[in-house]
């Protein structure tokens, strides 16, 4: 069955530097790869899509890669601040499909 | 209205008690998902709604699980009997239905079965 891993363990960095998320997959195909923002107490908040056929996908600060060989993507916070704290979830989607399949999330902490 | 909306946010309900939670998706949006999301995991999938045809079900986790839409707008979610396991948070998502991709989420109903 297909299976979703996300970093196991929260991550804690310091205003300014660079957080790195890492998503990866297996037995799965997915056109499409997304990453939601959520708060607590809040449902999840889309923030990027990247489709198979593209290798990275950048808004604002945000930068997402997609490696289809390696079956993973990695999601860049750059300049980090302490209100880009949450919870990051990737979530999967195959071509003809409509069930988002999602990861456990990563909780990161923005230290001011 | 702005953005999909839940109610109620919390739910308290003794362990046999039948509870029915809300959904009112953003005007027009044509699909909807209900998923169910366990402390410290993502949203699994539940359901879902293209207009008032239910064209998925496959995630409900029991017969207990009842859900609809009947005029292809507001969604109730039902849980009969409800069971300790049951205690989660109930997301609801639209989109448009053009792209099944960046659905929209509503804020959650907790639900605590004691």
């Known amino acids: 069955s297909q299976k979703i891993e996300q970093n196991s363990e929260a991550l804690n960095i310091q205003e300014g530097k660079t957080a790195t998320l890492t998503c990866n997959y297996t037995?799965?195909?997915?056109?499409?790869l997304q990453w939601y923002r959520q708060d607590p107490g809040r449902g999840p908040v889309f923030l990027l899509l990247i489709r198979e056929n593209e290798k990275e996908k950048r808004k604002e600060r945000l930068k997402v890669t997609f490696d289809t060989t390696l079956k993973q993507s990695l999601f860049h916070i750059t300049a980090s601040q302490p209100a880009d704290s949450a919870t990051y979830l990737c979530?999967?989607?195959?071509?003809?499909?409509?069930?988002?399949?999602f990861g456990a999330g990563t909780t990161v902490t923005v230290r001011a | 209205g702005a953005g999909v909306s839940q109610s109620p946010r919390y739910k308290v309900a003794k362990r046999g008690q039948d509870v029915a939670l809300r959904c009112d998706p953003i005007s027009g949006h044509v699909s909807l998902f209900w998923y169910q999301q366990a402390l410290g995991q993502g949203p699994e999938f539940l359901t879902y709604?293209?207009?008032?045809?239910?064209?998925?079900k496959s995630g409900l986790p029991s017969d207990r699980f009842f859900a609809e839409r009947p005029e292809g707008s507001v969604s109730t979610l039902k849980i009969q009997r409800t069971q300790q396991e049951d205690s989660a948070v109930y997301l609801c998502a639209s989109t448009k239905g053009e792209s099944y991709n960046e659905q929209f989420f509503g804020p959650g109903t907790r639900l605590t079965v004691l």
């Open positions: 037995n799965y195909s997915p056109a499409y």
């Open positions: 709604f293209q207009n008032e045809a239910q064209l998925d």
């Open positions: 979530a999967l989607l195959g071509s003809n499909d409509y069930k988002l399949s």
